[in-house]
């Protein structure tokens, strides 16, 4: 089992920077494709990043293309997600997920362990 915990999260203004960390418990975080996915008010949760166990592999949703970068260090444990030029529409909660098997989903029903989330909230 996998547990995961988020920090990062925060109040910044539009056009900034946060960086987002997700530690998972274990010593099995290499066998693990890892995911990030937001929920803002009245929405749905959606598909941010995702990238495969080494690393090599890294998928974005098209609204974060281009402004976010996930990466992972397994020596770590650890699973990062590099938000720049942030938007008003980027305010969400964000939550990491863990996935069993080395390669990455944007579906989120193929993931198995959940992190409790961190709030984003991006002032206009």
């Known amino acids: 089992q996998v547990q995961l915990v988020e920090s990062g999260g925060g109040l910044v203004q539009a056009g900034g920077s946060l960086r987002l960390s997700c530690a998972a418990s274990g010593r099995t975080f290499r066998n693990y494709a890892m995911g990030w996915f937001r929920q803002a008010p009245g929405k749905e949760r959606e598909f941010v990043a995702a990238?495969?166990?080494?690393?090599?592999?890294?998928y974005y949703a098209d609204s974060v293309k281009g402004r976010f970068t996930i990466s992972r260090d397994n020596a770590k444990n650890t699973v990062y997600l590099q938000m720049n030029t942030l938007k008003p529409e980027d305010t969400a909660v964000y939550y990491c997920?863990?996935?069993?098997?080395?390669?990455?989903?944007?579906?989120?029903?193929?993931?198995?362990?959940w992190g409790q989330g961190t709030q984003v909230t991006v002032s206009s």
């Open positions: 990238v495969n166990w080494n690393g090599v592999n890294t």
């Open positions: 997920a863990a996935r069993t098997s080395s390669s990455s989903s944007w579906h989120s029903d193929e993931y198995d362990y």
